[in-house]
């Protein structure tokens, strides 16, 4: 079975789906937001360009999940929880 491609996301709807599990924003500089918490028991700490209405490049998306310690399936799960 192929893994899916990772979505077209833009930054407010990531940002609302990280703090379902316990990674807020804790500041902004600038169009950057700065977003920490602790997930699976380690701290984490990501940026995320926040420029409105424009999708996160896929190499942003994968270094901002890498950071948080996501995989692409966690991230659809997040986005469904999301939605609902």
């Given at each position: 079975?192929?893994?899916k491609?990772l ?5 407010k ?8 599990i316990e ?14 918490g602790i ?10 360009p ?7 490049p896929i190499?942003t998306l994968k270094g ?8 692409k399936e966690?991230?659809?799960?997040l986005?469904?929880?999301?939605n609902k």
């Amino acid at each position: 079975m192929a893994s899916k491609k990772l979505p077209v996301v833009k930054a407010k709807d990531l940002i609302k789906a990280l703090s379902t599990i316990e990674i807020f924003p804790v500041r902004q500089k600038g169009s950057h937001i700065q977003l920490k918490g602790i997930y699976q028991g380690e701290f984490r700490h990501t940026t995320v360009p926040y420029h409105t209405n424009e999708s996160l490049p896929i190499g942003t998306l994968k270094g901002i999940l890498n950071d948080c310690g996501l995989t692409k399936e966690d991230l659809l799960m997040l986005l469904k929880r999301k939605n609902k």
